[in-house]
Structure formats: structure tokens, C-alpha cells
């Protein structure tokens, strides 16, 4: 019984990584604003790099809604292996310890384990989105709409390796037509 309560603790510690590990420099330069009622809504993962607590997800959005503590309520959902899988949630909260540095946030998924949430680049209309971290590990780019313009996605795939970004391993994520 003890085995499974250690379990979640251990996905979320290999969540945070090491950024020691990695020779890759990363401009983790955060936007210097940012709206949170703007930013509040539903975002469909349009790219990622691949990890362990998202394997097989496709059609993975993330919902940002206000708690009543002043937190920020992170519902990410998406389904096993096809857009008709089963349907996999997982309820965190994520807050801005730094009211001076707004585009750096923490997300917790566990308890009061917090991992970084870096908001790297963001359109002036709240549209898309990039998001990173401490370590080059983590990386997504996220849109309001289930499809992202080709442009679009090849302007940020460009401003992603300009920060230093290897993008080898980057997977697109399959979403439903809107």
C-alpha cells in the first residue's frame, strides 16, 4: 500500500528533472505581462515533448478557472491513444509566487510539490502560446483553437530554437476538427 502512495510523488519528482543534466543552453526569458483573466479559459496542446504522465494523450487541452483561495484551478484532460480513448483528468493548481515576474508560474499536480511553468512567448490577443521551464525538458506550444495556422506554428517553432530549444524530439498532438 505504501508503494502505490510513493508512486505519484515519483512521476512528479521525474517531472522536474535535473537541469543539470543537459549541456543545452535555453533562453528562459519570461513574457513581462500577463493578464490572468485573459489568460483563464481552455488551451488545446497543439506540441510537446514527450513525457511519462502524458504518454498516449492526444486531444489534450488544459482549463485554467480561479479557486476561491486566489490559486488557479489546472484541469488538464486528454484521451489514451485516439480522440474516441478513454479519457484521462487530472486536477492541479498552479500559482505566480512573484507578482513582479507574472510569466513565471508554479503548477502542482501533488500535494505541495510545485513544478515551473515559464509563459516564453504569448500573442497580444491571448491566441497561442509557448510554454517552458527550468529545464530544457518541458516544452509546449498551446492555442485557443483545436488547429493552429501552419505559419503560426512555424513562427514558433523558430523563436523555440532561437532560445535554444532542440526540437528533434517534439511530437505534434492530434486534436479533433473544431
Partial sequence: MKGI??????VFLSMLGCSGSSNQVIDKTTVKSLDL????????????????????????TATYSMRDDGKIRVINQGYKNTLDGELSVAEGKAKI??????????????????????VLELDENYQ???????TPKYFWILSRTPQMASEVYEML???????????DQLVKVPQREK
Wanted: proline share 6%; hydrophobic share 40%; no cysteine.
Fill in 5 to 10: 502512495h510513493l508512486l505519484p510523488v515519483l
Fill in 37 to 60: 483573466n485573459r489568460y483563464l479559459g481552455t488551451w488545446y496542446e497543439i506540441a510537446r515533448f514527450p513525457h511519462s504522465f502524458e504518454k498516449n494523450l492526444v486531444g489534450v
Fill in 97 to 118: 509566487p512573484d507578482k513582479a515576474d507574472p510569466g513565471k508560474l508554479k503548477v502542482s499536480f501533488f500535494w505541495i510539490f510545485y513544478g515551473d511553468y515559464y
Fill in 128 to 134: 497561442y502560446v509557448m510554454i517552458g521551464s527550468s
Fill in 157 to 167: 517553432l523558430e523563436k523555440a530554437r532561437k532560445r535554444g530549444y532542440n526540437l
